[in-house]
């Protein structure tokens, strides 16, 4: 009812009452009445306040104190008892130990040092409250499990270093990563659960470190940050729901595994680069653009085809280690993967535009260019498939645009399509078995 309505109502049921009573009985009802609404009131907002934010925590000074024995934290309005998951805990000086599994409202950690007492498989401290972002903008975590909660969030922001020495991040929230570096070592790394968000908003160049952890991706990894983030922990992708990069460049390094149904996405003028050892089971599963836009590359990251004015925007790009590259089910490759290094391998089917201008081909397996494939050797050096096949299929191009064509061991071009020659090197020769032994290589053209 709006607000005119009903002191209109209100005014005129006093009149009437008035009429058929005492005035002072009815002021006295009015202030009894008014009383007890105010009372009601209070205990209403004094309940909503305590359930919502709970009480406020702070760590004590400097030295090491356990949490659970009811010295640890000074309670800022009774001192008694422990945090629980309706509290807020502001951990800003000395050594705070969390032994066994613990929850908390909110958590912000603004110095010192946070660390599990027993080490990550026996402490944990799982943050729970969803009104408002939790904030780790200073201080370390050490041999803790730190569990994001789901519909929790976690913002991480410390402009130099996120140091989590032999702790495990779970997330099944929403963990925002703005600043700084996230540092590990081999008995720590990141989980990031089914249904949550990894939002990586860096602009700068960061690094997921460390060799021996494990970065473990079954939800959304999204980067929207224009910096490089390189991942130096082996990177394993899980998630249908995407490695998405929409601007910015990610870099792994550190190794991994992208499983067949796992998704990795680049749009706009994001990158994803291989820079290590990696494994795509399935090439197919290796997309551009927006689910909305398929090319929605703007054109940032780019290479010219030989002898032509056609530009190809690129999302991928192998720059050293070796990519061993997968189809399944003939799942090809419907990206444009540009090779700046490293050493592809496996047997895959390519129904886009790979190009190559350093780096080789240099392992068994097949190579399928099919309906649509384009793959160019433009390696001013040597374009060298030692041991491999290139297959390629009616509608499928290769063209070798630069350097020698070199390779042995069993080498095998196989041409149902079309091949080619486009090199402009007068001095540019096919080597057959040159510095490579084994079988030499054949080539059949039909």
Not at 117 to 133: C, N, P, W, Y
Not at 368 to 397: K, P
């Amino acid at each position: 009812m709006p607000k005119s309505d009903s002191t209109t109502r209100f005014k005129t049921e006093s009149l009437n009452l008035l009429s058929r009573c005492d005035c002072r009985v009815f002021a006295l009802m009015i202030r009894k009445t008014t009383f007890t609404i105010y009372i009601l009131l209070g205990l209403v907002f004094a309940s909503s306040s305590a359930f919502a934010q709970g009480n406020s925590w702070k760590s004590q000074g400097n030295g090491t104190k356990t949490w659970g024995n009811g010295n640890s934290w000074k309670d800022e309005t009774d001192n008694t008892g422990v945090p629980d998951e309706v509290d807020v805990a502001v951990v800003e000086a000395g050594e705070l130990e969390i032994e066994n599994n613990q929850g908390i409202g909110y958590l912000h950690i603004a110095g010192g040092n946070i660390k599990g007492k027993d080490g990550a498989t026996t402490d944990s401290l799982e943050i729970r409250g969803q009104s408002a972002h939790s904030t780790w903008y200073n201080g370390s975590i050490r041999r803790l499990n730190l569990l994001i909660a789901s519909g929790a969030f976690l913002d991480v922001y410390n402009s130099t270093v996120n140091d989590f020495e032999g702790s495990l991040i779970e997330n099944s929230g929403t963990l925002t990563w703005t600043e700084g570096d996230l540092t590990t070592d081999a008995a720590g790394g990141i989980t990031n659960m089914t249904g949550a968000l990894f939002a990586d908003q860096t602009t700068g160049s960061v690094t997921i470190g460390a060799t021996g952890a494990t970065f473990q991706n079954y939800g959304t990894y999204s980067k929207t940050g224009a910096g490089t983030t390189t991942v130096t922990q082996a990177f394993n992708n899980y998630s249908a729901n995407t490695l998405e990069v929409f601007d910015g460049i990610f870099v792994i390094d550190g190794g991994g595994t992208n499983i067949d149904g796992a998704v990795m996405r680049a749009a706009n003028s994001g990158l994803i680069r291989f820079s290590s050892n990696y494994t795509i089971v399935n090439a197919a599963n290796l997309d551009v653009g927006t689910i909305t836009n398929e090319n929605a590359l703007n054109g940032t990251h780019f290479f010219f085809l030989p002898q032509s004015e056609e530009t190809v925007d690129y999302g991928y790009e192998l720059a050293s280690g070796t990519l061993n590259l997968g189809s399944i089910d003939q799942g090809a490759l419907n990206v444009a993967l540009f090779q700046s290094g490293g050493t592809l391998a496996g047997s895959h089917v390519l129904a886009s535009d790979y190009f190559l201008t350093a780096g080789n081909l240099n392992s068994t397996g097949t190579t399928t260019v099919a309906d649509g494939g384009r793959l160019i050797l433009a390696n001013s050096v040597t374009n060298d498939f030692d041991g491999r096949t290139i297959e390629i299929l009616d509608g499928g191009t290769v063209q070798w645009a630069a350097g020698d064509l070199r390779s042995g061991s069993g080498g095998l071009i196989e041409n149902f399509g079309e091949f080619n020659d486009t090199n402009a090197d007068s001095e540019a020769t096919s080597n057959i078995n040159s510095n490579f032994g084994g079988p030499l290589l054949v080539f059949n053209n039909y």
